[in-house]
């Protein structure tokens, strides 16, 4: 694939999924925009970090102004930041609450409506949202953060049907369990199978080539079937891994890494069978 001439925008790019999206867009010829809210060190003739915080509408409108100045276009968009505060759903602090929604939801939507009037202008134009695969797999502990990913993934779909005519795609990425920063201080995840930020950026390479409406592993669509036709069976399933997984010391707050014991061989197991589901 060659994206030679094509004006890309990451957000969250300075770590994790955005950095590796950046490297692998420049390694196919686009220019690329890195929204992040501190410095990136990525250095490339064809790259340009912007600070800009989502949750900000006047720095985002600044950092899309800048590229627009530059190109008169943007061709891609990756909303990529995000943001995760998992725990019982009573254990979430009103505060969390707001923030995930600021960044995963209200962010999300700014820097869309940003994109959308050059997108228009041109008759063209690639939005890909980083949703979970806790969507489909309706993840117990993760109530608040799901409801976030959730929104997002309404707000795509309806989106697609008023702009499909216009030239626009959108693509929502129900991502497994990648290793990044975000799940790095819940010792759990070490012994669980997960993506690294490589593969995951291969996934979003792939939707930019086959403009798919969405991207999902085999389990997570499996996962949304089974909820949908059997939702008391998968109830019962959910609620023994609720209970199989207490939470870890980085969802209770607790300073340190190390989770109260070292998971036990069921729950490897468990979490090897729902390879990529958060627990």
Not at 7 to 28: D, F, M, P, Y
Not at 62 to 76: E, N, P, R, S, Y
Not at 163 to 170: D, N, V
């Amino acid at each position: 694939m060659n994206l030679n001439n094509r004006i890309a925008i990451v957000t969250g790019a300075n770590k994790g999924i955005g950095l590796e999206c950046v490297n692998q867009l420049l390694e196919k010829g686009a220019t690329v925009y890195g929204l992040c809210r501190s410095g990136c060190t990525t250095q490339h003739d064809n790259y340009h970090c912007l600070i800009a915080d989502v949750r900000n509408h006047e720095s985002l409108q600044t950092a899309f102004d800048k590229v627009l100045t530059a190109h008169g276009q943007i061709d891609i968009l990756i909303n990529n930041a995000g943001l995760g505060y998992f725990g019982f759903c009573e254990e979430i602090s009103l505060d969390q609450w707001q923030e995930m929604f600021d960044t995963n939801v209200t962010g999300l939507f700014y820097a869309t409506r940003l994109a959308l009037p050059s997108m228009k202008k041109q008759g063209l134009g690639h939005i890909i949202n980083i949703s979970s695969i806790g969507v489909l797999a309706s993840s117990p502990r993760f109530s608040a953060y799901v409801a976030s990913k959730a929104a997002l993934d309404a707000f795509s779909h309806c989106a697609q049907g008023e702009l499909s005519g216009k030239g626009i795609s959108f693509t929502t990425i129900n991502m497994p369990l990648v290793k990044t920063p975000m799940i790095a201080p819940t010792k759990m995840y070490d012994s669980v199978p997960t993506l690294s930020p490589e593969e995951a950026a291969d996934l979003i390479v792939k939707a930019i080539i086959d403009k798919p409406s969405r991207v999902a592993t085999r389990l997570g669509v499996f996962a949304g079937v089974v909820h949908a036709v059997f939702p008391k069976a998968y109830e019962v399933v959910m609620s023994t891994a609720f209970e199989l997984f207490p939470d870890s010391a980085a969802a209770k707050g607790m300073a340190g890494r190390g989770d109260a014991a070292n998971p036990t061989n069921e729950q490897i197991a468990f979490a090897s069978l729902m390879r990529g589901v958060h627990w």
